[in-house]
Structure formats: C-alpha cells, structure tokens
C-alpha cells in the first residue's frame, strides 16, 4: 500500500512539473493580436511605422536595432553606451525592468510586471513594427 502511495505521489509531482512547464511555455509565447491593444499603452509616446520622433522613438524596426540609435532622437548617454541589440530577451528584460537593466534611461513609463502583456507586446513589434 506506501509503495502504492508512493507511486502516485510521485505521478502527481510530475504531472505538477509538466503541466508547470506547459504555462510556462505558454506565458513566454506571444499573441501578436493581443499584443496590438498592449501596444496601445505605448503609443502616446512611440510611433509604430513612420519613424516620426515623439515623446519617446519610433519604434519602427525596433527588433534587431542597437538601442540609442534610432536618428532624430536625443537618447540618454546611458542607453546610447549600454549598446543593446534589442530582440525578444532584451526587449524582455527592458520593458520588465527599464531603470534597472539601464540605469539613468529617460523612460518615464513604469516597469511592465505583467510578463504575458510583455510576450504579447514584443510579438506585436516583431511583427508589425517594420
């Protein structure tokens, strides 16, 4: 009977595991389509296509530019040295966290906890910001 007991503790532990993993799996995965209205929180200070300069740049191309590069935009000193290729990771770790991956950035916009909305929105730069 434990060694029944036993069995099935550890069919569940890893049923847990798995099914862990699944989400995980699914949170790291985005929806450009939901990623578009997450766009939305962006756009009063980022351009999506046109390359016009606002508040902040234009995030046209972003995905494989090197930060602080972007013409006609004053960037901080600190994201122009910190010389980030920006892919899904970068951009990732930026939005989650922007004064702490690089500090003295001029983003005002808070840090983006939710990492679904993260997912989302980059999926939605990567492919509609060209």
Not at 28 to 52: F, I, M, P, Q, W
Not at 99 to 105: C, L, R, Y
């Amino acid at each position: 009977m434990k060694r029944i007991a036993l069995a099935c503790a550890a069919s569940l532990a890893l049923a847990g595991v798995a099914l862990a993993g699944s989400a995980s799996a699914q949170a790291g995965e985005g929806d450009a389509a939901r990623g578009k209205s997450v766009y939305a929180r962006c756009a009063a200070c980022h351009d999506l296509n046109t390359g016009a300069t606002r508040l902040g740049p234009s995030l046209k191309g972003v995905v494989g530019r090197t930060s602080g590069t972007m013409p006609n935009f004053n960037y901080s000193q600190a994201l122009k040295d910190k010389a980030i290729v920006w892919d899904a990771a970068s951009l990732d770790q930026f939005l989650a966290a922007p004064a702490k991956m690089v500090p003295g950035n001029r983003m005002a916009f808070p840090p983006m906890a939710n990492a679904q909305d993260r997912a989302d929105l980059i999926a939605f730069l990567a492919q509609s910001a060209r």
